[in-house]
């Protein structure tokens, strides 16, 4: 059975670390590009990092980019379990955070972080973060 399933969210103060956890089942991490995005209230879900299925390489959007590592994606192919940390976590970080599974012919650094490439199938449910005071 397909499924993945995002953890370790909840409320935080700003400044603030989290440790996303996104639990794949039936994906190979091999043969798939597993990917966090997010979607703050009344915006579009915007990528923030996405693993290449090819070498474990990862890719980060320009807005993660910009926040000067404070995202950091890996993974454990052994517990088929990919990571999001966040740290030094601001207020506007506030949103549902999303994990998407993208097959290996449909992945590049390109598309592995935009949503409309993702079949609607292959997303988890998603896990809330707030940051607030």
């Known amino acids: 059975q397909l499924q993945l399933v995002e953890s370790g969210g909840g409320s935080v103060r700003p400044g603030g670390s989290l440790r996303l956890s996104c639990s794949v089942s039936g994906y190979s991490l091999d043969d798939h590009s597993i990917a966090w995005f997010r979607q703050a209230p009344g915006k579009e879900r915007e990528g923030i990092s996405c693993?290449?299925?090819?070498?474990?390489?990862?890719?980060?959007?320009d807005f993660a980019d910009s926040e000067k590592g404070r995202f950091t994606i890996s993974r454990d192919v052994a517990k088929n379990t990919v990571y999001l940390q966040m740290n030094e976590l601001k207020p506007e970080d506030t949103a549902v955070y999303y994990c998407?599974?993208?097959?290996?012919?449909?992945?590049?650094?390109?598309?592995?972080?935009?949503?409309?490439?993702?079949?609607?199938?292959?997303w988890g449910k998603g896990v809330l973060v707030t940051v607030s005071t």
């Open positions: 998407a599974a993208l097959s290996k012919p449909y992945y590049s650094d390109y598309t592995c972080l935009r949503a409309n490439y993702y079949d609607t199938r292959d």
């Open positions: 693993v290449s299925p090819r070498d474990g390489r990862a890719i980060y959007s």
